[in-house]
């Protein structure tokens, strides 16, 4: 069985700065992907990044990316120049390749941005 | 396209009423799943289909609840009897092979009193 575990419950940071978030993760697959998805206020569950566990590339999109440790089976998410709008909570999820689409989530971070 | 789409957003309810929760998946998508979030427990995973069958409902709590999909544009989540304990956020998602993601509705938030 998967499993995902997001160890920081809350998390701050000051508008503008960087800020990292941590997500380690079990699974006996060897063909994975990982995600980072937010949820505002709004509740809106939203994928921000993901990242296919056969690409050592670390994934990035504009101001997210992520630092995947395969063999630490670790899969932070990176925000630079923090905005104010990127305050929500934070899941990471794991999902295996085949067999099975279930999405296993982490607890969740809830991040605040301070101006 | 609209997103996977939810109704009702809020149902308030009295216990040992039966609830039916709604969704209608991206146009194109085969995997349907239902998920609960709870402070408690965070999201999980109640049931998911593909191509219009129950792959998976091992995290369906119990007998009380049911889903159902009975074509490929809409399916239910029903919960008969409810108890207070089923108060929760309820979240649709649907995907396809080719699109590597799971799309969320906006979910339905159930309050059983």
């Known amino acids: 069985a998967q499993t995902v575990t997001q160890s920081q419950p809350e998390m701050s940071v000051q508008e503008a700065e960087t800020v990292t978030l941590s997500c380690t993760y079990d699974t006996s697959e060897s063909d994975y992907y990982l995600f980072w998805y937010k949820q505002p206020p709004s509740r809106q569950m939203i994928l921000v990044i993901r990242q296919e566990a056969y690409k050592q590339q670390n994934a990035t999109e504009n101001r997210f990316s992520v630092n995947f440790q395969k063999a630490a089976k670790s899969f932070s998410l990176k925000i630079s120049d923090s905005q104010l709008g990127d305050a929500a909570m934070y899941f990471c999820?794991?999902?295996?390749?085949?067999?099975?689409?279930?999405?296993?989530f982490g607890k969740g971070t809830k991040l605040t941005v301070n101006p | 396209d609209a997103g996977v789409i939810q109704s009702p957003r809020h149902e308030v309810t009295e216990m040992g009423q039966e609830v039916t929760l709604r969704c209608k998946p991206i146009s194109g998508h085969d995997y349907l799943f239902w998920y609960r979030q709870t402070m408690m427990r965070g999201l999980e995973l109640l049931i998911y289909?593909?191509?219009?069958?129950?792959?998976?409902d091992s995290g369906m709590p119990e007998d009380r609840f049911s889903a159902k999909m009975p074509n490929a544009s809409f399916s239910t989540l029903k919960i008969q009897p409810s108890e207070p304990r089923d108060s929760a956020v309820y979240f649709c998602?649907?995907?396809?092979?080719?699109?590597?993601?799971?799309?969320f509705g906006p979910g339905t938030r159930l309050t059983v009193l």
């Open positions: 289909f593909n191509n219009n069958v129950p792959i998976d």
């Open positions: 998602a649907s995907s396809s092979e080719q699109v590597n993601e799971q799309f």
């Open positions: 999820a794991c999902r295996t390749q085949g067999g099975s689409e279930k999405l296993v």
